[in-house]
């Protein structure tokens, strides 16, 4: 049985319908176009086990599907192929990956890859200068996410450079799920450093869009959040 089937053998047309719903995939949504089988993530994480091994041709065939859970579970395989890999096939992963981006198309997928493919290997190779400012300036929406959440793994690093010059770059961007993003990174960055999130709200917090400002301040004393809302 190949994976197509397996994964077409798990097929739930009530989810199904939840899941387009849930991703916004009408007309003029962020989501809109995209097909679902109607499979919950954790079975999909146990089909990704079954298939780990399959090629980068195989991985392609399934990123190229309009079914959500086939490049879903593409990207779950890839994700753990680079985390076994060693520093030769990481390369060929990471490009793989980026020759990719347009089938990487719904924020669960830049969600679950960029900080595992992309922000692990920038950190690991100190290129992040010239890949996250280009991606972050993308026309793609999607690319741009992948900038912020490349940044994820710096932050798990106690290097705040790069989510502070991404969100910079991404202030006056128009989309929500932008907005939405760079807020959560600020937010774990402020877990860790909280002088260097509050010196970068210090400069912004006038300027950024609002659900970017509530998402980063999300946990800071009542207060303080209060201050930036307020002021």
Request: proline share 4%; hydrophobic share 45%; aromatic share 10%.
């Amino acid at each position: 049985m190949s994976i197509q089937e397996r994964l077409q053998s798990l097929a739930d047309p009530v989810q199904a319908v939840n899941l387009a719903h849930f991703f916004k995939t009408g007309p003029g949504q962020y989501g809109e176009g995209d097909r679902f089988l109607g499979i919950k993530v954790p079975t999909q994480r146990q089909v990704a086990k079954e298939f780990k091994n399959l090629s980068l041709g195989e991985l392609e065939t399934l990123l190229a599907s309009p079914l959500h859970e086939c490049r879903l579970t593409a990207l779950m395989i890839l994700v753990e192929q680079y985390k076994k890999a060693d520093a030769t096939v990481r390369q060929t992963l990471y490009n793989f990956y980026l020759a990719h981006t347009h089938a990487i198309n719904n924020w669960d997928f830049v969600d679950l890859t960029a900080p595992n493919i992309v922000g692990q290997h920038l950190l690991n190779d100190g290129k992040w200068k010239v890949v996250l400012p280009t991606l972050a300036k993308s026309a793609n929406l999607w690319e741009r996410r992948i900038a912020v959440l490349a940044t994820y793994s710096f932050i798990r690093a106690d290097q705040s450079e790069p989510i502070l010059t991404i969100a910079a770059l991404l202030l006056l961007d128009k989309h929500d799920l932008i907005h939405k993003a760079v807020g959560w990174m600020l937010r774990e960055l402020g877990k860790r450093n909280m002088a260097a999130e509050t010196a970068f709200l210090d400069q912004h917090f006038q300027t950024m869009p609002r659900t970017m400002l509530r998402y980063a301040i999300e946990k800071f004393p009542e207060p303080l959040r209060q201050h930036y809302l307020n002021k």
